[in-house]
């Protein structure tokens, strides 16, 4: 990454065509730092919310709830997490469809656990006390957290 943030600072810093002096290209360079910066910031602010929620929530476990559907009266979701693995139980209600099972691993980012290698949209879950919550991206933010029917409420006895 370092090698990378230099490089990338030496080629602005080179092909400044409109900046011809040094001062310019000092100043274009510090930004150019700036930024670098603030990203490695921001990449260290992420890592310690990947972490924080993974440690002072207890997280594993199993979930269930009955969430919505377009097209059905609802779909029975249960999650079950552990050791950054998942097992994720799909079944549309009153129907005779069969359940829909994946196994996966988990990644986190922030509260935020995304299902890895899962296909649909079910695969973002928010980790809250005691329950899940599922959320999507849309225009590169998180949105559903408001959401009443994609909540998934932690089992008793479940671990």
Not at 25 to 52: C, H, P, R, W
Not at 136 to 149: A, H, L, T, V
């Amino acid at each position: 990454m370092k090698l990378f943030n230099i490089i990338l600072v030496l080629l602005v810093v080179s092909g400044c065509k409109n900046s011809n002096t040094s001062e310019n290209k000092l100043s274009n360079a510090i930004k150019v730092i700036g930024a670098v910066k603030a990203q490695e910031e921001q990449e260290a602010i992420d890592a310690m919310e990947d972490t924080k929620a993974m440690e002072t929530l207890d997280w594993q476990g199993t979930y269930f709830g009955i969430t919505d559907c377009a097209n059905c009266d609802g779909i029975e979701t249960e999650l079950v997490l552990k050791d950054n693995e998942y097992i994720l139980s799909l079944k549309p209600t009153n129907t005779d469809e069969e359940k829909f099972v994946q196994k996966g691993t988990f990644t986190w980012k922030g509260s935020i656990i995304i299902l890895e290698d899962i296909i649909g949209s079910a695969s973002m879950y928010k980790i809250e006390e005691n329950q899940v919550k599922q959320v999507y991206y849309i225009d590169n933010k998180i949105q559903g957290e408001d959401w009443k029917g994609y909540i998934l409420k932690k089992m008793t006895n479940s671990k």
